[in-house]
């Protein structure tokens, strides 16, 4: 029947023409006195900006006007208007209608009336959601608000709202609808021994542009006020984000690790910016100031957490075809660090440049630095500073026998000259040179075996056997002379390898006589996974034979091994390891296993010892009891001090579509300045990641059932 009375329609376009297509379930009827036409049950318009589905669709051919009432629908891209009643002008295309709903993707609008194109749509006493309503949602209520293009969203005397509740008022704003949330909040409530009852918010607003400002604002009943300006931006070519905080403590400061009295005045400030010019040319700038060392340990422990050693530098680099020019800064704001400041280090860094057609490559470098180390207040150290000018130029040869070996053969030369000494010489030049080789294998063995339980399909043993030898004598000559500043890392090769060639040596002040072997092999055995492989087993094992030594360095440096074991994608263990052959013992073990299943739950062992400084082992588990609450808990048993000094428990939950929050209970006995803090914290999310996208699937699925 539906059919048939299409067919009627198009058959009377003869006598009415520029009739709409509509079609609906029961007879069209034709009004020749009001030169009208109505469709009714399940009527619809088809028209090229839009759809419209109605009760009843009456059309006026010489006003050329279409009245729906009747749970109207209205859809056109990305965008849907339901409405009870609305009036389209054809010619026009545009809409007129009063109590409306209207939904595009995260955004949810209602209010008391629509009109305009539909492209191009102005609403009156508006309320624009981020996801569906609920009571908690974050929404802003507007007098007037425009939608250009589908777009671009402009409101007018606008009141940022949770749920029913307003905290912000905005004079205008515009947005571009496709980006994130209109603000960030992450904030959290609880009490600490030490700080008494808090609050913490930080807060970003995005008003469409790049910059998205905001603020920090805490409280602490036994301290006061933390408050700062904050903000994050984002470009095509530029990224960054800005933490402040400043507050004047009238609380228990205590003293910091020189004994000094912490200040009434407190402070800090985080900066971080990279931006790229070109192709060629990129900058990044990291500042991280803090007016005394413990104001992040004490009220932002998560920020204190990320990052306990701040550093303060910034580079310009350009990238050439066969060279790297960067002009490099680091500086110290901080009054509690030694730093080795480079005020500036302008260099150029040679790639490594093939002679002719022979297997001859020469790299190298040039650098100017003027270097300073200030001495600390209350702290036995000297005030150094330096201008040093350091260059190096190498040459390798490769001798490659088939593909499973290469004989390498290494000659150098350094030479560093310091415009100023600690002696009462005006300047000192100090050159260097050396030789070695590098002896480089490759092997591989394939087994035919498979196993169903752990999915192995085949395996395959990779070995990768190497052998490396530097000599670079007389490399301590002038240490009288030289201002000791960029010095030798005691914590830096731990377990990471020792650096051995001359031209990458960062201790440039502080050489010594090196005549080294080096020995070791990186393993791999693998199985097929589709047309790639995966990695079971991967370990490295490396040691240093000495010939020339250096103050209480020995024949044999200690053993460095480091395994990782992965026989499924739910297991894996890592231990990295540093044996002392002289006390035949352990000098340095970590290790972590973990278990995973999927998303749902996900548990990690892990220990860490350093012989006579520390010796833990640590639990941290995660189980999801759904897609919106998550069960999360670590513990860390010292064995130095016989007790569990660290406890988390978390509940993780969500409210609503918009709201992620955590309960949480923290206990420490390793910390001198905290020890148990209890609270909730919350997180205003965007709608557009990945788990709100899940969480609103789910949601949709339910309602759908």
């Known amino acids: 029947m539906k059919t048939a009375y299409i067919i009627l329609l198009t058959a009377c376009t003869l006598v009415w023409a520029d009739v709409p297509s509509i079609s609906a379930d029961d007879p069209i009827e034709f009004d020749e006195a009001t030169q009208s036409m109505k469709a009714k049950g399940r009527a619809r318009l088809m028209h090229e900006a839009f759809q419209l589905l109605s009760e009843t669709i009456q059309f006026y051919k010489e006003q050329n006007r279409i009245e729906a009432k009747g749970d109207v629908a209205i859809a056109a891209k990305e965008i849907r208007l339901i409405t009870p009643a609305v009036s389209c002008d054809m010619k026009k295309g545009t809409i007129d209608s009063d109590t409306f709903r209207l939904g595009k993707f995260p955004f949810f609008v209602e209010g008391n009336n629509i009109d305009g194109a539909v492209k191009d ?20 209520r507007s007098r007037t608000m425009e939608l250009e293009d589908l777009k671009i969203l402009k409101l007018r005397h606008s009141v940022l709202r949770i749920g029913k509740v307003p905290f912000f008022y905005l004079p205008y704003y515009q947005k571009d609808i496709t980006d994130e949330s209109t603000v960030r909040w992450n904030g959290s409530y609880g009490f600490d021994k030490e700080l008494g009852k808090y ?30 300006p904050a903000a ?37 400030a985080r900066w971080y910016h990279v931006q790229g010019f070109g192709e060629s ?33 910034a580079e310009v680099a350009y990238r050439g075809e066969q060279t790297i020019v960067s002009a ?91 415009a100023n000494t600690s002696t009462e010489k005006s300047s000192y030049t100090r050159g260097l040179g050396q030789v070695g080789f590098d002896l480089n294998c490759k092997g591989y063995r394939y087994w035919d075996f498979s196993n169903k339980t752990w999915n192995i399909d085949g395996l395959k043993h990779r070995i990768q056997p190497f052998l490396s030898y530097r000599y670079i004598p007389k490399a301590s000559q002038g240490s009288a002379d030289i201002p ?67 103050n209480t360095q020995k024949t044999l440096s200690d053993f460095y091994s480091i395994f990782n074991l992965t026989p499924a994608p739910w297991v894996s263990f890592d231990w990295k390891n540093r044996y002392n052959w002289e006390s035949h ?33 640590s639990i941290d588990g995660k189980i999801r009891l759904s897609l919106r609450y998550a069960i999360k808990a670590k513990l860390t048993y010292n064995e130095l001090a016989r007790r569990v000094t660290d406890q988390r428990y978390i509940f993780e939950g969500h409210l609503g579509r918009n709201w992620r929050y955590e309960i949480y ?41």
């Open 484 to 550: 000791q500043i960029d010095r030798e890392n005691d914590n830096a090769n731990r377990i990471n390898y020792p650096i051995i060639d001359l031209e990458h040596l960062r201790n440039t002040d502080e050489l010594y006589e090196m005549n080294i072997l080096r020995f070791g092999a990186t393993n791999f055995l693998q199985t097929r996974s589709g047309i790639f492989s995966r990695d079971l087993v991967k370990l490295d094992l490396f040691q240093d034979f000495r010939f020339a030594r250096h």
């Open 585 to 617: 013992s352990l000098a340095e073990t970590r290790t972590t296993t973990t278990f995973t299943d999927s998303d749902v739950w996900k548990l990690s062992l892990s220990s860490s010892f350093l012989k006579d400084k520390t010796h833990e082992y």
């Open 328 to 418: 490099f800064t680091r500086f110290a704001p901080n009054n509690f660090q030694l730093i080795e400041q480079r005020l500036p280090e302008v260099r150029v860094d040679f790639m490594p440049y093939k002679v002719g057609e022979s297997s001859l490559y020469l790299d190298g470098f040039l650098s100017y630095a003027h270097l300073r180390e200030r001495r600390l207040p209350f702290a036995a150290t000297e005030k150094r500073h330096s201008d040093r000018v350091d260059s190096y130029i190498g040459a390798r040869y490769p001798l490659a026998h088939g593909d499973w070996v290469t004989f390498t053969p290494v000659v150098g030369a350094r030479v560093t000259h310091y």
């Open 199 to 228: 609050v913490r918010n930080e807060v970003l607003f995005s008003l469409g542009h790049p910059i998205k400002p905001g603020f920090l604002l805490d409280y602490y009943s036994k301290h006061g006020f933390m408050y700062g």
């Open 281 to 313: 040319i990129d900058a990044t700038v990291k500042v991280d100031w803090s007016k005394d060392q413990e104001i992040l340990r004490d009220f932002r422990p998560n920020e204190f957490d990320k990052n306990q050693y701040p550093d303060n530098f």
């Open 232 to 268: 994050e931006y984002k470009g095509k070519d530029f990224d960054g984000s800005l933490l402040t905080g400043y507050m004047r403590d009238t609380g228990n400061r205590g003293s910091d690790r020189f004994a000094r009295p912490i200040s009434e005045s407190r402070g800090f």
């Open 665 to 705: 209970a923290l206990i420490r006995h390793n910390d001198s300045r905290k020890t148990s803090e209890y609270g909730i914290a919350f997180e205003l999310l965007d709608l557009l990641s990945s788990r709100q996208l899940a969480l609103y699937s789910e949601d949709s699925s339910r309602k759908g059932k």
């Open 121 to 140: 749509l102005h609403a009156d006493h508006a309320t624009l959601y981020y996801g569906e309503p609920d009571p908690f949602a974050l929404n802003i």
